[in-house]
């Protein structure tokens, strides 16, 4: 068993839990649910095995690492830590059909990454050789899968919203039938946020205490810095609209999905558009 | 008039206490961000310069957008937002304090009616002794209550973590104390960059303002290194370095080895490996095409020379064999480039080992002399990052202050819990900072408990 045919059971394995959370909000029978939410239990365990087996095999290469390394790295674990935050939530609060808005992003990352990177181990550069990389990393990106997910449940909010606003409508009804109401989903939204915003706190710090112990210099306003502290800055202000007068419902929901899509600049954006220090991650 | 200069102050101080302003601060601090990640920052380089108008140069320059983050205004935005937040808790935390430090210890029926959660229990147990039982009860199960006799009832009261409700403070506390931090950085501290070249010594750096700054101590290099990995690619940038105090080595510091992510510190001032290249010495002799008026020349890695008929070259690189290059020739050879005073520079190969190549080169660059490979004493230097910051135990400081606050805002809750007993009918309310829901829950659970716990007694 080799690492990139477990990361391809996993893709796989995504995948049908995606289809499987599809029918489900359209069938609305809990034993389809269950499979769905089965399938991405699965492609998890699988997930977990990989990354392992690919740390244990870069060892084996001599070149040892952990698979936090580049690109390809970063986006197969960005999936598994989408799908992790997913399952916690799942088993917190047991709304399943949040499934069908979290794993496409999963599903996304896993299939670009087995299909259009290059999936070899490379020896580490210099500047990623510290401890450091695995916190900072780590956090950063149980950070982005946090708001992944609070991404997904604010598009499920927005639908909901405007749904419920426009009276109801044979057809959709049926689909929304096994959405949460708003007053769930807004506050799934807020606890997402709770788990990502910390965990993005610590991953701007680990990285402005690794900036000053490898350059000196703990912040530099490069394009990534500043990047993740426009994200800080965005789910900082959603934080306060909850207790704002006019902030709260629709524009917390848009407040939202734009700190995500601030997120995946910061993460892709920054590396394909802007130059700066962390060139190693784009290629 | 007197109301309008009245209101003035006033309505300033509403204005900084309310988060309608954070809100406009916060995505205004977002969006404004976004101009430096694209506008490159410090000295604008030539390409860019090329690519925009002399108007939109001009513009970007009186806004300050080569230094947005050091512009007045992004300042100013950081300066009113730390107005806010000070505004806001010196606003608020009167109320908190008192909520924590005075608590009410009596469920008035008004505070029962605003509480989200209120149960009841009967009991036949006489009032003295049911007093003590669901004390005891409440200590074992939650937390100290505060006993109170109002009007022949029975007041409990009972609280956990009511100072969670200051981390909120604490987390704007903690943004303050980083930019203080930040601020004792660049008043005391300072960034520079020095190469020092194998073998010598440095004394002073050049900051990054153009400054240049005196370390009170030398620094030496005995050595630079590259390591590769099979692929080719580089491993490890490794410099040997030795601090002299007064010319002599200090014991601690000497031959001591910096890399990439580990660096050196000496009396507060730390020097990160940075950059490298070669400072070595290449020997040449120059001479007419005949061989007449032959002279020695010595070109430095890091220079370059002046050639007798007024064109400058410097060395690219050198190679101890040449063979693996170019076929059919072997010996050192090394690449230079020469600029002749009028026309294109161009790039030769000059041979040790083979003097006729060296004056057919000649021939073609007509009338240029003829340039006579000798070998080379290879030199590296290295580039080190050089950073002396006294505000940096601040900024850490102000972070772990945010972690821990930013924990104890979200996940931690004041919990109260409120019992009345009267007439053999214990009431019990209560409520949370967060998640009211689970805890109405937990209020139920307890008052269960309670009630077995209290009919046990009654029927032992």
Redesign the interface.
Same mark, same amino acid.
């Given at each position: 068993m080799t690492s990139s045919l477990l990361f391809n059971i996993t893709t796989f394995a995504y995948l049908v839990a995606m289809l499987l959370f599809f029918a489900f909000l359209a069938s609305r029978a809990k034993a389809i649910g269950t499979a769905g939410i089965a399938a991405a239990y699965f492609g998890l365990l699988a997930q977990t095995g990989a990354i392992a087996l690919r740390w244990k095999e870069s060892y084996a290469m001599g @070149?040892g690492h952990a698979p936090l390394s580049n690109l390809y790295e970063s986006v197969v674990f960005f999936a598994w830590t989408i799908v992790l935050i997913f399952v916690l939530l799942d088993l917190k609060y047991r709304y399943r059909v949040i499934g069908a808005f979290v794993m496409p992003f999963a599903l996304l990352g896993m299939a670009w990454a087995q299909l259009g990177m290059n999936t070899g181990i490379?020896?580490l550069?210099?500047?990623l050789?510290?401890n450091?990389l695995l916190y900072h990393v780590i956090t950063c990106f149980l950070g982005y899968a946090a708001f992944a997910v609070a991404c997904g449940i604010s598009i499920m909010y927005l639908i909901k919203a405007n749904h419920d606003e426009s009276g109801q409508k044979a057809g959709e009804s049926s689909l929304l039938g096994m959405f949460p109401p708003i007053r769930v989903l807004d506050d799934l939204n807020y606890r997402a946020i709770?788990i990502g915003?910390?965990l993005l706190? !610590?991953g701007i710090?680990t990285g402005? /205490?690794w900036a000053?112990? /490898?350059?000196?210099?703990?912040?530099s306003?490069d394009?990534k810095e500043?990047?993740s !502290?426009?994200v800080w800055? @965005?789910y900082? /202000?959603f934080l306060? /609209?909850r207790?704002?007068?006019?902030?709260v419902g629709k524009r917390a929901a848009w407040l939202s999905i734009i700190g995500f899509a601030?997120t995946i600049f910061c993460y892709l954006g @920054?590396n394909l558009f802007?130059s700066g220090l962390h060139s190693y991650g784009g290629k | 008039m007197t109301s309008k200069q009245r209101n003035l102050p006033q309505s300033l101080w509403d204005l900084f206490c309310s988060l309608k302003l954070t809100m406009s601060l916060l995505i205004s601090l977002a969006l404004t961000s976004i101009i430096g990640t694209i506008i490159p920052q410090g000295p604008p380089p030539q390409e860019y310069l090329e690519q925009i108008s002399p108007a939109k140069f001009k513009l970007y320059q009186s806004l300050g957008f080569f230094d947005m983050y050091h512009s007045w205004w992004f300042i100013l935005l950081l300066g009113l937002l730390t107005a806010n937040l000070v505004s806001c808790s010196i606003k608020r935390l009167p109320h908190i304090w008192q909520t924590i430090i005075r608590p009410e210890t009596v469920m008035t029926s008004a505070l029962e009616q605003s509480l989200g959660a209120v149960v009841s229990v009967s009991s036949k147990i006489k009032p003295e002794l049911l007093k003590e039982k669901v004390a005891a009860f409440l200590r074992a199960e939650f937390a100290e209550p505060v006993t109170t006799e109002v009007d022949g009832a029975w007041h409990l009261f009972a609280q956990k973590t009511p100072w969670c409700r200051l981390a909120v403070y604490f987390v704007h506390l903690s943004v303050i104390v980083i930019f203080i931090g930040a601020i004792i950085g660049s008043l005391f501290g300072y960034k520079g960059f020095v190469n020092i070249t194998e073998g010598q010594s440095i004394d002073k750096v050049v900051s990054r303002a153009g400054k240049e700054i005196n370390l009170g101590f030398s620094l030496r290099c005995d050595q630079f290194s590259v390591a590769y990995y099979t692929t080719g690619a580089p491993r490890e940038f490794k410099s040997i370095l030795t601090v002299l105090e007064n010319g002599k080595p200090v014991p601690d510091y000497t031959n001591a080895r910096i890399v990439v992510n580990d660096p050196l510190t000496y009396k507060g001032i730390t020097f990160y490996q940075s950059s490298y290249g070669n400072a070595g010495d290449y020997f040449f002799t120059v001479s007419d095409l005949d061989g007449k008026n032959a002279a020695s020349l010595t070109v430095n890695g890091t220079s370059s020379a002046t050639l007798p008929d007024g064109s400058s070259m410097h060395v690219l690189e050198a190679t101890e064999d040449v063979s693996a290059y170019v076929p059919g020739l072997s010996g050192p050879a090394a690449q230079v480039e020469i600029h002749p005073p009028q026309g294109k520079s161009e790039t030769i190969v000059v041979y040790a080992n083979h003097p006729e190549q060296n004056i057919q080169q000649a021939r073609e660059r007509k009338g240029s002399p003829v340039l006579q490979y000798k070998g080379a004493r290879k030199r590296m230097y290295t580039g080190l990052q050089v950073a002396k910051d006294p505000g940096v135990w601040v900024v850490w400081l102000g972070c772990l202050l945010m972690v821990v606050g930013v924990y104890a805002a979200f996940f931690l809750s004041h919990r109260r819990i409120w019992v009345r007993i009267r007439n053999g009918s214990v009431t019990i309310g209560g409520n949370a900072s967060k998640n009211q829901g689970a805890f109405r829950q937990y209020l139920d659970q307890l008052a269960e408990k309670l009630t077995s716990h209290l009919s046990r007694e009654e029927h032992p």
């Open positions: @070149v490379e020896p550069v210099p500047a050789q510290s450091w709770m915003f910390p706190t !610590l710090i402005a /205490a000053n112990y /490898a350059w000196g210099t703990y912040w306003w394009p500043t990047w !502290l426009i800055f @965005v900082a /202000a306060h /609209a207790f704002t007068r006019g902030w601030a @920054v802007l | -």
